[in-house]
């Protein structure tokens, strides 16, 4: 694990960063021509587009959760490892080897099959649930939002909406969250360009990012803040780099649907990523915050694995998440992207709830002793 | 060197890369371990007179320190300098690990690695219970067959660090600081440090035994971080250390300007020099270290430690007390989500596989000389001809050869993962580092690629693949 430097060098560093953030405020031209674009810096009386950028603060995946699980898990949570273990070897000890239990199960994780196993797999039930109509049809599968909104695709609910891992309660919804506060990997940006308008504009751009920064806190680390800094990462972070175009209507930001790979950070900072076919954001934006859905056809076979990559079978134990049975339920139940050869759907419709942060974003091309010249000057 | 296309890596070998990003990652270094102490002597010299070697890269110096007779240094290719017996064996010891479930290895003077036959899990990890009967029970070795304790002969006398313990069995056993030393069953010749690493481990990797070694020759301010390319000079607090090209004492290139970037590691009024670190003027009043007669800077703007990041600016390069071997002219280096890592001449990421059982005596799986069930299991679902598909291993082209003990060439029998016997003809030659084959993915499908980081049990540390970093700018997954 990394640590920070907590040396004079960085508390220089930190003061040439206080600068730079000052400059952003009083010399937003300098700046652009420096390299560095000013998030939040919308005028109502400019016509010049303008952009902004937020940095994602956290994510679940989207489950409708009812109090009790007793609406969409009526029969209770699925069985986890341990649970499993248990009544597949009731008696292992002194009469069992190592190789026929648990090299057997983790065989089956890594190797997992769709042939039925003994254990019935709990479903999420019912008719609503969170996310966005990917396909723009109203299926006899598809859920009905909260809101009332129906056509909803998220086939991945019916999968984890029964796995304690994945709630609001379980490890992976809190780990992740705390991995995105305190490791880089994960750190998703997004910049919006091209905005008349964070209330209505037919025509904007959004790219995604990875950030190379740490995400600005208030001072008892309850709340996150805008107004950070970001830096680009277009080294490692280049095959993260993507584009959409969208609209925003009403303060609800909506794009095209266009596939991507984004980091992910598991349990104790193993890193993973995911790739969405038709991935698209649906964010309702405020000059501080950009909250809604990132969504699309998680990938089967990636989510299967960056699930297991960063998640190792004792991690998944403390959520009862059998990676196993998941793979039976997520092939299933997958809904898109169906394999030119074989037929197979490679896509299940899915949804993360996201909360982005505005930032101000470093393009990484300002030399940084021209922003010190603009500074002195 | 390291090519750009449009943006994108080519495959490019490694004796190629390595002057291209020597500083960054791997660069020549010698391939003899050196005996630097005589075995009658009853302190070690300081490896000064031997610092440079071979092709001429240096070597870590380390601090003189007391031994008994019969114990020697030798500066590995890979860990550096470390303790050995009189046939040039290392010294390793087993201080406790706190595992998921219970402690594992040694307390100070008790040694518990001995003669027992275990052949049941001990429980001491999750989810799986104990009481499990381990692979090949009929063979499997005690602790005391694959790490022989190094017995201290009657009349033997502590030096400094050293002391004697008494084993379970009445005998007298070396220890150094306390903890019972012992040699490795995988260690053939001097300079091997195959049992084990000073290299950090994982908190859910097994409880590995370490090299044992003498104090580095470092100044107080400074010390090293073990990594994949070498052992990097670093602050105390963890900074990176750096130095500039053709920058010496007395010419200096890195001016004001520079110094808002890079701040020089200032040496105290009352500091001296050491081994080869230097102290220098850099204005009058202003002390400054040198390392082999190179201005020691860090990077003000560098949050992380052990970074490698500044590297990146031209002309500034890491400083290593010691750079690792370089692999063989089969690799390439290749550009990932989170750094660098090893890569076959395809450009397929290199695999570590990691090993160790849940017996009390946790010993390593991950040779080939150890049971393959473990391996099998995660590789192809204890399918040992999947495995060779999921998981292939880097097979050595005719022809190309090591120019290390670190990096080898070994004969596999493809059907059971043990060595193949003389002359088998269906042997297949792969690469090894430190005695263990390495691998690829057929899951990674272009350079750079890393599906299986993490592939297998506690997230590829116990009985599954990390990938083979050479730098991280996330994780730390290259120290």
Redesign the interface.
């Known amino acids: 694990m990394s640590s920070t430097l907590r040396d004079a060098e960085r508390r220089l560093a930190l003061a040439i960063a206080a600068a730079s953030a000052m400059l952003a405020e009083a010399l937003p031209a300098a700046l652009l021509a420096v390299g560095l674009v000013g998030g939040n810096v919308l005028a109502a009386e400019s016509s010049t587009p303008k952009s902004i950028g937020y940095v994602m603060t956290d994510e679940h995946w989207a489950l409708y959760e009812t109090p009790g699980a007793k609406q969409e898990c009526p029969k209770g949570f699925n069985l986890g490892p341990r649970e499993q273990f248990k009544l597949l070897f009731p008696d292992p000890a002194g009469k069992r080897s190592v190789v026929e239990t648990q090299l057997a199960r983790e065989a089956a994780v890594w190797f997992p099959s769709t042939t039925p196993e003994r254990f019935e797999f709990l479903e999420a039930q019912g008719p609503i649930a969170l996310g966005v109509n990917l396909d723009g049809k109203i299926g006899p599968n598809d859920f009905t939002s909260p809101e009332g909104e129906k056509g909803i695709d998220n086939q991945l609910y019916r999968v984890i909406g029964c796995v304690r891992n994945y709630r609001r309660e379980g490890e992976l919804g809190i780990i992740t969250t705390k991995w995105r506060q305190q490791e880089s990997f994960n750190r998703l940006i997004i910049e919006i360009t091209g905005i008349d308008s964070l209330e209505n504009d037919d025509d904007v751009q959004v790219t995604l990012y990875r950030g190379v920064g740490d995400i600005m806190m208030n001072a008892t680390g309850t709340e996150y803040l805008p107004g950070g800094t970001q830096r680009i990462d277009r080294r490692w972070g280049k095959r993260f780099i993507q584009t959409w175009h969208g609209s925003i209507k009403n303060g609800l930001l909506t794009t095209e649907a266009v596939d991507a790979w984004i980091p992910e950070m598991g349990a104790f900072a193993d890193a993973s990523q995911l790739f969405f076919h038709g991935m698209r954001f649906q964010l309702k934006l405020t000059p501080t915050k950009a909250v809604g859905f990132l969504a699309g056809y998680a990938d089967v076979d990636v989510w299967y694995y960056a699930l297991n990559t960063a998640w190792a079978t004792h991690h998944q134990s403390y959520g009862q998440s059998s990676a196993p049975s998941i793979y039976r339920a997520v092939r299933r139940l997958a809904d898109g992207y169906p394999d030119p050869k074989t037929g197979q759907n490679q896509g299940i419709s899915s949804a993360l709830e996201v909360t982005f942060t505005q930032v101000y974003i470093d393009h990484g091309t300002a030399d940084p002793e021209a922003v010190l010249q603009a500074a002195r000057k | 060197m390291l090519r750009r296309c449009s ?1 994108s890596v080519l495959l490019t070998t490694v004796p190629a890369l390595v002057a291209a990003i020597a500083a960054v990652t791997l660069s020549v270094v010698n391939v003899a371990a050196v005996t630097v102490a005589a075995t009658a002597a009853t302190a070690a010299t300081p490896a000064t007179a031997a610092t440079e070697l071979g092709a001429g890269a240096p070597q870590e110096e380390y601090e003189p320190v007391p031994m008994p007779p019969g114990f020697k240094v030798v500066v590995s290719e890979f860990e550096g300098p470390v303790f050995a017996d009189e046939h040039g064996h290392t010294l390793y010891d087993w201080p406790t690990h706190q595992l ?1 479930n219970g402690p594992a290895g040694e307390l100070k003077g008790k040694p518990n690695c001995d003669d027992t036959h275990y052949t ?2 001990a429980g001491l ?11 090949e029970p009929e063979k499997r070795p005690t602790c005391a067959e694959l790490w022989p304790p190094v017995l201290a002969p009657d009349g033997a006398k502590e030096i400094g660090a050293w002391s004697i313990v008494q084993r379970k069995d009445g005998r007298s056993q070396w220890a150094y600081e306390g903890f019972a030393l012992y040699t490795s069953a995988l260690d053939t010749q001097e300079g091997d440090v195959n049992g084990g690493t000073k290299r950090k481990t994982h ?2 990797s097994p409880a590995d035994r370490e090299p044992v070694a003498p104090p580095p020759l470092l100044p107080p301010q400074f010390a090293i971080a073990e990594q994949t390319t070498g052992r990097l000079l670093v602050t105390r ?3 990176s250390v750096y130095a500039l090209a053709d920058e010496r004492p007395g010419k200096l290139v890195c001016d004001a ?1 520079c110094t ?2 890079w ?1 020089p590691v200032l040496a105290p009024a009352l500091s001296r020099p050491q081994g080869a670190f230097t102290v220098f003027e850099r204005l009058p009043g202003i002390r400054q270290w040198a390392f082999r007669g190179e201005p020691l800077y ?1 990077r ?7 970074s490698l990041e500044g590297s990146d600016v031209p002309g500034w390069h890491n400083v290593y007390t010691q750079k690792a071997p370089p692999p063989p002219a089969d690799f390439t280096v290749q ?5 660098l890592v090893l890569a076959d001449s395809r450009g397929r990421t290199v695999y570590i596989y990691h090993c160790g ?2 017996a009390l005596d946790q010993l390593a799986c991950d040779y080939p000389d150890a049971p393959q ?2 391996r099998f ?6 399918d040992p001809a ?1 495995c060779l598909k999921t998981f292939p291993y880097v097979l050595a082209t005719p022809g190309v050869k090591s120019t290390s003990r670190v990096w080898s060439v070994l004969a596999i029998d493809p059907r059971t993962g043990h060595l193949a016997v003389p002359g088998q003809a269906d042997a297949l030659h792969v690469w090894a580092f430190r005695r263990r084959p390495v691998f690829t993915c057929s ?1 990674d499908q272009k350079p ?1 690629d ?11 540390y116990r ?1 599954g693949f990390k990938a083979f970093w050479l730098r991280d ?4 997954n290259a120290g």
Not at chain 2, 301 to 306: A, V
């Open positions: 943006g998921r049941k899990t990890m999750s989810p799986y219970p104990p009481g499990l009967l381990l692979p908190g859910d607090q963890g900074a300007n808002r970037d701040s860090t003000i703007s560098e949050e992380r430690t052990h550009d990932s989500p989170g750094g059982d849940d069930a473990y299991a995660v590789c192809g679902g204890g999947r899951f750079g890393l599906r299986a980081d993490g592939w297998g049990e506690f997230n590829g009985n700018d996330f994780t730390d």
